[in-house]
């Protein structure tokens, strides 16, 4: 076994015998992985609270063949306001249950990671109303599944454009329409969101717009997983 540093988000845990835990992580460095914490749900660990899902911590691991072994964690952003919080907490799990699916074993996945503490960082400050469907948006474009929402995604035509059609790619003008429609403010949000300002769109107070795209965010990142996000479907905004 080797010794390596690393920095994580905790995806989620796992019970493992009496005491220890299965710890499944995104790491800057590593992509997902999962360790061993030994002793955890031991009153007495030295890990104490800095393993649970959300921390962002500083790792010192082993390298196993199948699990690896976390021997030091440090806490760099315990989120404590996303906590305490439903409507925050809520929107957390989600963007941790998407980075869960996207992301693969010891295949480093920087821009990712960088997306998932970003996305928990403006969390702790703000519950913003579109934290989720941006970061989902984003996470779509950088699988390199964005929906197609500046031209007809079936004729290519420039002209308005009025229904949502995730079979055809995205947005659809009125000769091609199918599937549901879209508002103008919905396009464009998308469009903010996809051209580089996703600051600027986490500005936009909570509205039937934000709701639609969340909508569409949502059933797109389903679509593209081939699974229904269990964290999404609890979200207020659903």
């Known amino acids: 076994m080797s010794l390596y540093r690393d920095e994580g988000v905790v995806l989620r845990t796992m019970r493992l015998g009496e005491a220890d835990r299965i710890v499944a992580m995104l790491t800057q460095g590593h992509g997902k992985v999962r360790a061993v914490a030994k002793g955890v749900r031991r009153t007495t660990s030295r890990f104490g609270g800095r393993?649970?899902?959300?921390?962002?911590?500083?790792?010192?691991?082993?390298?196993?063949?199948?699990?690896d072994i976390v021997n030091q964690a440090e806490v760099l952003d315990a989120f404590r306001q996303?906590?305490?919080?439903?409507?925050?907490?809520?929107?957390?799990?989600?963007?941790?249950?998407?980075?869960?699916?996207?992301?693969?074993?010891?295949?480093?996945?920087?821009?990712?990671?960088?997306?998932?503490?970003?996305?928990?960082r403006v969390l702790e400050r703000s519950d913003a109303a579109m934290l989720v469907p941006g970061f989902l948006l984003k996470a779509l474009a950088l699988e390199g599944s964005a929906p197609m929402v500046d031209v007809c995604a079936s004729c290519g035509s420039d002209t308005e454009l009025v229904a949502f059609d995730l079979l055809q790619g995205g947005a659809l003008?009125?000769?091609?329409?199918r599937g549901r429609p879209v508002s103008p403010a919905a396009l464009d949000v998308v469009r903010q969101v996809l051209g580089g300002g996703l600051a600027v769109a986490l500005e936009e107070?909570?509205?039937?717009?934000?709701?639609?795209?969340?909508?569409?965010?949502?059933?797109?990142m389903e679509v593209h997983l081939d699974r229904r996000l269990r964290t999404l479907r609890t979200s207020p905004a659903l």
Do not use: I, N
């Open 82 to 120: 996303v906590r305490e919080d439903l409507s925050r907490v809520t929107k957390a799990f989600t963007v941790l249950e998407v980075a869960d699916q996207l992301a693969q074993e010891h295949h480093p996945a920087p821009r990712l990671y960088d997306m998932v503490v970003g996305a928990l």
């Open 205 to 220: 107070p909570e509205s039937t717009v934000t709701d639609e795209v969340a909508e569409l965010a949502g059933t797109a």
């Open 173 to 177: 003008c009125r000769e091609c329409r």
């Open 51 to 67: 393993l649970e899902p959300l921390s962002h911590v500083a790792l010192l691991c082993w390298k196993g063949r199948e699990l």
